[in-house]
């Protein structure tokens, strides 16, 4: 993944390229670490070395995820005939070098270099939201830090930047590591944030200067994730959630998105790969949250809707031979949204008009809960807990008030409710499992899968085949499970074949006539995880590529989709977002219904409330939104 | 800006790049040529710029704000850049501070209120042995004195 990144011509030469042979000829080098001869990799970095040999180097810059920068300093080492001390991050191993990674020198160094981090990070430990998951703090601690050598600032220099509904930018605590920038430029290719100004008077700053409300962040939060100090955070609504909690006269409900109960585990310290699904729902409750519904009921209801519309579409452009805006992305996710809207506006079209599950769910809780439960929708206070910065955006977007009230008021993180639930003085992993409320109950496999990339897709195509096709999709694909969609490779592409159709559900009865249109036809679909292969697709179809020949294309704008989100526990990488994806597939794979269809709940909603079916007016009224050409120039 | 006044911009920048290559690494002769023509880069061409580089705005305006020869706000018709390194420092640089500002009624780094003169310290410039020195515009003067850098700036229209 490094490789592809965009890095500039300046950091080209540090990269080396490692033997494609493991064991060819003068692929391997005799390096001396700490007086002790091991083999290394050729090309591999210092840092990479040190790591496999079991020797710690301390790194603040450095970001697996990342390009390499070399800027913070804090893993200098020495290496025996060089004038200065080199960064292991950076110092590609290309001969027998010695290298020394904890003499009296480096260690000074690095202590200095922290000395002087802290001369310029203001604010206490206590009252910052990273205490004890800052990586300032643990290189302080490791380095015992007693005092401030070069002094500790004393008052805040810049404000803080409280304009963004998702993220909060407060420079005073930031150490330039420039995380952040490589996130927004490389990873994500959004491009917001940038060093400004030079020498002592640099900082992280956006275009003019402006807050980040008001330029093009699609507020995907992925700076917050790999941010190594409290510089960058998600806005924190907990406070006012407490509050409602402690209001008698209000009714707290909150949804249950399926990233954050893989993920949560890790707030406490235990290793990522574990769900807490049952655990979380006794949490919440134990909290003081009225009702906890899943969010992946309404993710079931999303898959109706969305390939209804998609079905609609092609049978309007394959039948009726209309004009219609093809292929269909997903519209899940509202960084992917946003960024959409901001760099390719004239696509908008594309976009399917289906909300997020967020919002269905949002809509229906204010409407059809509070009708069944005889309760004023204005009393009930509906959070939704995401994985995901950019939701709190997405709340607050003034065209989501269908329900005639904020559909849904408040987003929560994983972080942030991980947090709530210490407070409450709850170990979550030692809870009693408990299941969601009615009247949505458990959802599908197919819902739960939207947390990993491919996943929305695997479970529209679970739908599909069966709709269409009347075959079980366990004959198509072995046990349901769709792999071509699945993995974590930055595109995905693949081809369904329709060769039989079969009778059209009574779902779908009135809408088309029968499938005879669709055989025949192969279905092409594709994915793209993080906004930089996001690009990548739009700009093939801009191009007129394969891609703007597919039919249906899922984008999440954070790499390795929902699980990876911006409001996920900190740290995130590969490795743990990989552990994510596992045991998020391994719930989906425990549960007895796995495709949106087959969840009996959605099928009631059709039946007592939805009255006209998938994309019929009561759901375009409270399932679907519009969206707003952004555009990024900035006036 | 007028979208007269932006196309003419859009059109002027694309010639621009064009002339220096559609290239991340024309991005200096490239604004380059926008400061020498316009005296500085307003955010429109910043984005334009970015635009035709397939680069970030915010990138362009990183690298304005490092450079100090670039600038992203209207500065006066001319730019007189004093010299602060020791050198010119211990030369006496301090007097002739004084009697420019005196002369101008304005301090270093603001402009004159007719726009005709902009007012900046400068980092080294090479004329170590020959401080005072100052910049005007693209001319060098070195071994001022009060006198002699009233009579410069009063001579600049």
Same mark, same amino acid.
């Given at each position: ?5 965009r890095a500039p011509k300046a950091q080209q ?96 160094? +690095? ?52 304009? !963004? ?16 920038v490589?996130?927004?430029i490389?990873? $994500?290719?959004?491009g917001?944030l940038e060093a400004i100004g030079r020498g002592?008077k640099t900082h992280i700053g956006t275009f003019l200067e402006k ?14 994730? +790999? ?50 699904? #049952? ?78 599950? $967020? ?11 509070? $009708? ?61 499992? !408990? ?73 779908? $009865? ?9 055989? #025949? ?72 219904? +796995? ?34 050409? +952004?555009?990024k120039y900035i006036a | 800006m007028l979208?007269v006044e932006k196309n003419a911009l859009s059109e002027e920048i694309e010639g621009y790049v064009n002339k220096y290559g559609k290239d991340r690494s024309s991005l200096l002769p490239v604004l380059q040529a926008i400061q020498r023509k316009h005296s500085y880069i307003n955010d429109f061409a910043q984005q334009e710029v970015a635009r035709l580089l397939d680069i970030h705005p915010v990138e362009v305006f990183s690298v304005i704000s490092f450079y100090s020869f670039l600038h992203s706000k209207p500065t006066g018709r001319n730019i007189v850049r004093l010299c602060q390194t020791?050198?010119c ?19 270093f780094g603001e402009t004159t209120?007719?726009n005709r003169i902009t007012l900046e310290f400068t980092n080294c410039i090479g004329m170590c042995?020959?401080?005072?020195a100052m910049i005007v515009n693209d001319r060098v003067y070195t ?9 410069i700036l009063?001579?600049i229209k």
């Amino acid at each position: 993944m490094k490789e592809k990144l965009r890095a500039p011509k300046a950091q080209q030469p540090l990269i080396v390229e490692k033997p494609t042979l493991e064991d060819g000829i003068g692929s391997k080098v005799t390096v001396e670490i700490n007086e002790k001869k091991v083999q290394v990799l050729f090309g591999q970095t210092i840092l990479e070395a040190c790591k496999e040999n079991q020797i710690h180097v301390p790194t603040l810059c450095h970001h697996p995820d990342l390009c390499i920068a070399g800027n913070c300093r804090i893993c200098v080492v020495e290496v025996e005939g060089m004038r200065t001390l080199q960064t292991a991050c950076s110092f590609p191993i290309t001969a027998p070098i010695k290298i020394k990674t904890s003499s009296p020198m480096v260690r000074k160094a +690095r202590r200095h270099i922290i000395d002087l981090l802290l001369s310029e990070h203001y604010g206490e430990c206590y009252s910052c939201v990273r205490n004890n998951n800052c990586e300032l703090q643990t290189l302080a601690k490791e380095y015992g830090v007693d005092s401030y050598t070069f002094g500790h600032v004393q008052e805040p220099v810049y404000e803080v930047d409280l304009s !963004s509904y998702s993220v909060v930018r407060d420079m005073n605590k930031c150490v330039n590591c420039r995380r952040c920038v490589r996130t927004c430029i490389d990873l $994500q290719e959004v491009g917001v944030l940038e060093a400004i100004g030079r020498g002592d008077k640099t900082h992280i700053g956006t275009f003019l200067e402006k807050p980040l409300a008001d330029v093009i962040c699609i507020n995907c939060g992925q700076c917050i994730n +790999r941010c190594p100090t409290g510089a960058l955070r998600a806005n924190d609504p907990s406070d006012v959630i407490w509050n409602a909690i402690d209001d008698p006269t209000k009714h707290v409900v909150i949804q249950t998105a399926p990233s954050p109960r893989a993920a949560i585990g890790e707030v406490f310290g235990l290793e990522p790969g574990k769900s807490f699904t #049952g655990e979380l729902n006794t949490a919440l409750r134990r909290i003081g949250f009225d009702v906890v519904f899943d969010t992946n009921f309404t993710a079931d209801l999303t898959i109706i809707e969305e390939g209804t519309e998609l079905i609609l579409r092609l049978y309007k452009a394959l039948v009726k031979k209309e004009q219609v805006a093809l292929p269909q992305f997903t519209s899940c996710s509202p960084g992917w949204v946003k960024y959409l809207e901001h760099f390719y506006p004239e696509y908008i079209d594309n976009l399917s008009s289906a909300k997020s599950p $967020q919002q269905m769910f949002g809509a229906l809780i204010k409407t059809f809960y509070a $009708q069944k439960k005889g309760i004023d929708p204005k009393d009930i206070v509906s959070v939704a807990l995401m994985p995901c910065a950019a939701k709190k955006f997405e709340c607050n977007r003034p065209e989501m008030v269908d329900s005639g009230y904020k559909d849904v008021d408040f987003g929560l993180t994983t972080r942030e409710l991980g947090q709530m639930i210490q407070e409450a003085g709850i170990y979550l992993p030692e809870m009693p499992k !408990s299941n969601f409320d009615d009247p949505f109950g458990e959802a599908s496999g197919a819902g739960l899968i939207f947390g990993a990339t491919g996943g929305v897709m695997e479970a529209a195509l679970r739908s599909v085949i069966e709709l269409v096709t009347g075959k079980k999709v366990e004959d198509v694909f072995a046990n349901a499970d769709i792999t071509p969609v699945r993995g974590f490779e930055g595109i995905k592409y693949a081809e369904i074949p329709i060769t039989e159709v079969g009778p059209v559900p009574k779902l779908l $009865q009135h809408l088309v006539p029968d499938w005879n249109w669709l055989k #025949g036809a192969t279905l092409k679909i594709a994915v793209a995880h993080g906004t930089a292969n996001a690009k990548k697709i739009m700009d093939d179809i801009k191009a007129g590529g394969k891609f703007s020949e597919c039919h249906f294309i899922e984008f999440m704008a954070c790499p390795g989709g929902c699980l990876g989100g911006g409001g996920q526990p900190i740290p995130t990488d590969e490795e743990i977002r990989k552990m994510r994806a596992k045991a998020i597939y391994d719930e989906d794979n425990s549960l007895p219904v +796995r495709k949106s269809h087959e969840n009996r709940h959605v099928a009631e909603i059709y039946d007592v409330f939805l009255t006209d079916g998938p994309c019929g007016h009561i759901s375009h009224k409270l399932l679907h939104t519009h969206y707003i050409k +952004r555009g990024k120039y900035i006036a | 800006m007028l979208v007269v006044e932006k196309n003419a911009l859009s059109e002027e920048i694309e010639g621009y790049v064009n002339k220096y290559g559609k290239d991340r690494s024309s991005l200096l002769p490239v604004l380059q040529a926008i400061q020498r023509k316009h005296s500085y880069i307003n955010d429109f061409a910043q984005q334009e710029v970015a635009r035709l580089l397939d680069i970030h705005p915010v990138e362009v305006f990183s690298v304005i704000s490092f450079y100090s020869f670039l600038h992203s706000k209207p500065t006066g018709r001319n730019i007189v850049r004093l010299c602060q390194t020791i050198s010119c420092d211990m030369a006496n640089k301090s007097k002739v501070v004084q009697a420019i500002e005196r002369e101008l009624g304005i301090k270093f780094g603001e402009t004159t209120k007719d726009n005709r003169i902009t007012l900046e310290f400068t980092n080294c410039i090479g004329m170590c042995d020959q401080g005072p020195a100052m910049i005007v515009n693209d001319r060098v003067y070195t071994k001022l004195d009060p006198e002699k850098a009233v009579n410069i700036l009063n001579e600049i229209k």
